[in-house]
């Protein structure tokens, strides 16, 4: 296995997240050393008796804003030297399977999830490299919009997930959209199991699943073949696959 993945995460909240990094595959993950999570609690890094980590915006108007300094001391006793800072905002770059694929290249990823109003300039402009949304949509909380982004990271690293190959025919990673897929029993509810599955047929099941994934790409999301290519087509089952599963 390659080196270990660092994934530091600063809230507010880290009840949040030690829920969700503690379950399933993020805590197998990190007890096989694929990767490393800190939560850091930025009320850690405050000065003042009260914890205090946000204050009223400057020239008014409501709500509150997190402040600098505490973001800035959290960051700065991570040993960030290389790594990528991560500020959580509906404003960042539009999430996608390519941004889960090259941040999984990484070996330091640090994210620091805002809430409220949102978060002091200064922070975008001289700590992050970074600015990153799920989605147009605003949650009440980074923390939930980091989780989003470490889950699809996390999956990516070598190691993480069973069966190697697992990622490369999956939605979105050969552009387009996944084959329909069924398990036993061979009907269910009077709902049959496509003959050409059972056929043993290796050939007709590659080209019917890449039919399939060109057919329902097109209908659900024309959007991914609007790029100038038809990048589902590039969707190929490879031959060690073919018997996955
Ligand atoms: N914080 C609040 N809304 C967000 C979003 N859509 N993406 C990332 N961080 C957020």
Known sequence: MGASLKIDVLTIFPGMLEGFLGESMLKRAARSGAVEFRIVNLRDF???????????????????????????????????????????????????????????GGSHLIFICGHYEGVDERVRQALATDEISIGDYVLTNGAVAAAVVIDAVVRLRPGVLGGEGATEEESFSAGGLEYPQ????????????????????????????????????????????????????????????????
């Open 46 to 104: 405050t000065t003042d008796a009260h914890r205090t980590t946000d204050d009223r915006p400057y020239g008014g108007g409501p709500g509150m804003v997190m402040k600098p300094e505490p973001i800035f001391a959290a960051v700065e006793s991570l040993q960030p030297g290389g790594a990528r800072v991560i500020l959580m905002t509906p404003q960042g770059r539009k999430f996608d399977q390519a941004l889960a694929r090259e941040l999984a």
């Open 182 to 245: 069924y398990t036993r029993p061979p009907e269910f509810r009077g709902l049959k199991v496509p003959e050409v599955l059972v056929s043993g047929d290796h050939g007709e099941i590659r080209r019917w699943r890449q039919e399939q994934s060109r057919q329902r790409t097109r209908e659900r999301r024309p959007d991914l073949l609007h790029d100038g290519k038809d990048r589902a087509s590039k969707h190929e089952v490879s031959d060690e696959n073919e018997d996955a599963g």
